[in-house]
């Protein structure tokens, strides 16, 4: 393990903590009180979190419309995440975007965007920027494994391995594309790692469920892309826990198969390796625990009593 103690806590607490805030929004979400709808990632936090450990302050970000508390990573508080999602004009985007914008650019998050694909192009043009200035910044692109069969995907990678830019594709590979298992619409089982020979990129592929193993990952391709050597493809195997949607009912996958996957469960296996280890104690865990509910249930209040969008600012940051 080349992870350090002071890093697997760090990694722990955010894990937790985005892990919570996906429990929340699902909770509040049943509770009526979330305009539009919420895709949980539940279960899949390991896939954004812990790549984004490698990080270095003013590094850029782009995210998908899931695991969308993964941006607490990059310094959105929980206040300014859950107005947004009231749609507030207090959250990140003033309350326009609501959940699948819960972005600032002054966090270095590039975008959300609800076409998906045509994000990866803003990404690939943040990695356009940083080698302009040789700024040594690098730029983490998500995207789940659905979206990687888009054509803009596969136009902007080309252009980011022919340009030698900075950044690390992150595929989030849960299985779905809304109901479609995969195996049924791609051509080939690992849609990021198997077509990285084709952009000429490096790629690593890691099991979801342990966080360790994709942090190093991240961390080998991470150094590899702050060489100047060009982009990467980091893909990481998970598994959809809930619906395309809440209130998707999944009758087209078999409830056991998901019960089976659920087991598989990244928060487990770090606090497993934290224990065994003596690197922290099941006390401190739950203090941490008892701590975060508390700061989402103040930051839900927060949301819940900040102003709507002043009706005459209807028509700013409208483009
Ligand atoms: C360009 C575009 N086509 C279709 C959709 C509808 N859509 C929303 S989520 C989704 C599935 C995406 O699957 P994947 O990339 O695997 O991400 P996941 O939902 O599994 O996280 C689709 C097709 C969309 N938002 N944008
Ligand atoms: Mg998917």
Not at 101 to 124: R, Y
Not at 234 to 247: A, C, M, N, P, Q
Request: with cysteine; charged share 25%; aromatic share 8%.
């Amino acid at each position: 393990m080349s992870i350090s103690n002071e890093k697997a806590i760090d990694m722990y607490k955010e894990l937790l903590a985005v892990r919570m805030a996906e429990e929340k929004l699902v909770e509040i979400y049943a509770l009526g009180k979330v305009p539009g709808h919420i895709h949980s990632g539940v279960g899949e936090e390991a896939a954004y979190v812990a790549p984004l450990m490698t990080k270095n302050d003013g590094d850029y970000a782009k995210f998908t419309h899931r695991v969308i508390a993964a941006t607490h990573v990059m310094g959105i508080t929980f206040n300014e995440m859950f107005a947004e999602i009231l749609g507030k004009d207090t959250g990140t985007s003033h309350g326009r975007g609501g959940v699948n914008h819960v972005a600032h650019l002054k966090n270095g998050i590039v975008g959300v965007a609800g076409s998906l694909g045509v994000d990866t192009e803003v990404a690939v043009g943040a990695g356009v920027s940083c080698k302009y200035l040789e700024n040594g910044k690098i730029v983490y692109c998500f995207n789940g494994d659905g979206t990687h069969s888009r054509g803009n995907v596969h136009e902007a990678m080309n252009l980011a391995s022919m340009w030698k830019l900075p950044v690390l594709f992150v595929c989030d590979d849960n299985q779905f594309a809304i109901s479609a298992n995969h195996a049924n619409t791609i051509c080939t089982p690992n849609p990021a790692y198997d077509r990285a020979p084709g952009y000429a990129m490096p790629a690593r592929l890691v099991e979801g469920d342990d966080p360790i193993a994709v942090y190093e990952a991240a961390k080998e391709l991470t150094d590899y892309i702050r060489e100047g050597k060009g982009p990467a493809v980091l893909e990481v195997k998970t598994y959809r826990w809930r619906g395309h949607f809440e209130g998707d009912q999944c009758a087209y996958r078999d409830a056991s198969v998901t019960e089976e996957m659920r087991k598989r469960d990244c928060i487990a296996t770090l606090e497993k390796y934290l224990l065994d280890n003596g690197i922290m104690s099941a006390e401190d865990m739950e203090l941490l625990k008892n701590e975060l509910a508390v700061e989402l249930d103040q930051a839900v209040e927060y949301a819940e009593t900040s102003p709507e969008p002043a009706l005459d600012s209807v028509y700013r940051n409208v483009y």
